[in-house]
């Protein structure tokens, strides 16, 4: 029977006590529903961060402070050691990341303006002792300086004097860029001037394109500048022999030969954000020679199983190499203009400087020079219409500096001496 009020006066407190337990058992329950929910969540997360990112650590969501007394109070650790742990944590991930990423790259980023070229790269990797522009022919003669012709009237004067050995001759708008080698000094002077200006200390490789200046110095550092602001970036470092092999819009690439003579291919980004990614395999620096990168095609030469060498071009990004003359004698770097290559060629005691058509595989004589030996130390440079050998043809010592025009024919020499040039 129910309680009547009358006979209970305590009916109301009663009636509220059992309100308060209905009241927490309710709250109890949600809270328990809440808890259950916010669980599951949490191992619903954690199992995806686990299937992403399998390296992942709860640790890594606990501050600082607080791993740190759970390590010390209950893990056993010390503060020292925590703080060592935390230190080459932090040095790992601050670290430029080393990728093998970089062998293909769109073909937008070999979309180079030929005009903002400094020189051809070919040229440059093999000394860089001759340049053009729109109006001249510029060319380096070591002990002398530098040389101006004219090609419509073969007129010449010499705009720099030196008697240092000069190379890496760059012609990019106003400016003349150039590396006196005895010296290790980049230099750029003013069209007309004669004065240079200094701009970087021990170079020995340079490339301009655009605004924008790469170099390779004495101590195998990579660095960059740029033309309106010349402040040095450096974008690699190695003990180990670097050299330049070409550019893309955004990156340069080289090699880094170590003293087992293991070659390493680099490609660096001009700010250094991805660091420094491998472009191909490393190999012996014999199997792969004279590597040049001109408009997003690899050339250089291929050792074969009998010794000989195969000239090859490799589109950037491509596993399939092209074969484009077999058994080559002369593995000097080659040079690419449009559709047509550059290369020399050793035959008995000739020395030929060669044109290949790319599109019709038809072969040429440029130019070339009697009794040259297999010691010799020539060179060979393309300055636009005309072609020049340049160096020592034989072991005693023996000198050339030949040049021929694309439209007289290789017999049509010019030969600079004295300062002078003469047929």
């Known amino acids: 029977m129910r309680e009547n009020y009358y006979d209970n006066p305590n009916t109301d407190e009663d009636?509220?006590?059992?309100?308060?337990?209905?009241?927490?058992?309710?709250?109890?329950r949600l809270i328990l529903t809440v808890l259950g929910f916010v669980v599951i969540a949490i191992a619903v997360f954690l199992t995806t961060i686990k299937i992403v990112q399998p390296e992942f650590s709860v640790k890594q969501l606990i501050p600082e402070k607080v791993s740190e007394y759970v390590d010390e109070k209950v893990n056993g650790k010390t503060t020292a050691e925590v703080t060592e742990s935390t230190t080459v944590t932090t040095k790992m991930t601050t670290e430029a990341p080393v990728k093998a990423d970089a062998e293909y790259l769109p073909i937008e980023e070999f979309k180079f303006d030929n005009g903002a070229k400094g020189n051809y790269m070919g040229n440059i990797l093999a000394g860089g002792k001759v340049g053009y522009d729109a109006s001249y022919i510029y060319h380096i003669v070591d002990g002398k300086g530098i040389y101006r012709f004219e090609p419509y009237s073969e007129s010449y004067a010499r705009i720099y004097q030196s008697e240092h050995k000069l190379s890496s001759l760059n012609l990019k708008g106003d400016f003349l860029y150039f590396i006196d080698n005895d010296g290790g000094v980049l230099y750029r002077m003013k069209k007309g001037s004669s004065k240079p200006e200094e701009l970087a200390k021990d170079a020995k490789t340079a490339y301009v394109y655009n605004n924008r200046i790469y170099f390779i110095t004495t101590d195998n550092c990579v660095k960059t500048m740029k033309t309106d602001k010349l402040r040095e970036k450096t974008l690699y470092s190695s003990y180990d022999d670097v050299e330049l092999i070409g550019i893309s819009l955004h990156a340069v690439f080289f090699s880094v030969t170590d003293a087992n003579g293991r070659v390493k291919y680099i490609a660096v980004d001009n700010k250094n954000e991805t660091g420094e990614q491998y472009f191909r395999q490393t190999a012996d620096k014999d199997e792969l020679v004279s590597p040049v990168l001109e408009d997003g095609f690899l050339y250089y030469f291929e050792k074969q199983s009998d010794e000989s060498y195969n000239l090859c071009r490799q589109k950037y990004g491509s596993k399939t190499p092209v074969t484009l003359i077999k058994n080559v004698t002369c593995l000097s770097p080659v040079i690419v203009h449009s559709n047509r290559l550059f290369y020399g060629e050793l035959d008995g005691s000739r020395?030929?400087?060669?044109?290949?058509?790319?599109?019709?595989?038809?072969?040429?004589?440029?130019?070339?020079?009697?009794?040259?030996?297999?010691?010799?130390?020539?060179?060979?440079?393309?300055?636009?219409?005309?072609?020049?050998?340049?160096?020592?043809?034989?072991?005693?010592?023996?000198k050339v500096y030949f040049a021929s025009s694309f439209y007289t024919g290789s017999e049509n020499i010019m030969k600079f001496k004295e300062g002078k040039w003469s047929y």
Do not use: C, P, W
């Open 351 to 398: 020395f030929k400087m060669m044109e290949l058509n790319m599109n019709s595989d038809a072969v040429k004589t440029m130019l070339s020079v009697k009794k040259a030996t297999l010691d010799n130390e020539l060179i060979f440079q393309h300055g636009g219409e005309y072609d020049f050998i340049i160096g020592k043809k034989n072991a005693d010592g023996d």
């Open 15 to 28: 009636r509220l006590e059992r309100n308060e337990k209905k009241k927490k058992s309710g709250a109890a």
